[in-house]
């Protein structure tokens, strides 16, 4: 073979360049592992440290804020939420506490909770989850109808 015939048995060579490439590609992966590995830890840290009661609603990652002008209203309507990715058993649950609270004439304010992190802020390993006034009142698979009665009593 002559020197200008490329061959085609030959091995790629690391160069200078993707050696660079790869020692810093490597450096930025340790680099983001590192930093996300610390971030719970920090945050329970953070947590730890503001004054407010364990286990309260607001400790948790999806405490909310909302005002309403009358404070009647805000005491007879019930919060509810139902956590889960939106598959049907969700969507069901859902429409099971849509269907209870207008047997029931209740007022209810229903969220639909998705994100991942808020749903194991409240400790559900198993969905749908249900949430009622900041209080989980059932996790996994859908409520029977007379303890979604009895909870949306309470």
Known sequence: MSAD??????????????????GATTLAMAVWFAVYGQLKPF???AVARLPLAPGSRAASPSATCSISSSSEKASSMKNVKVLGPGCKRCEAAEEMVRKEAAKQGLAVQIEKVS?????????????PGIVIDGKVVHAGGLPKPDDLAKWLAA
């Open 115 to 127: 994100d991942y992190a808020a749903i194991a802020g409240y400790g559900i390993l198993s969905t």
């Open 5 to 22: 015939t490329p061959s085609i048995h030959r091995k790629p060579s690391l160069d200078r360049t993707g050696l660079v490439w790869l």
């Open 43 to 45: 945050s329970e840290w």
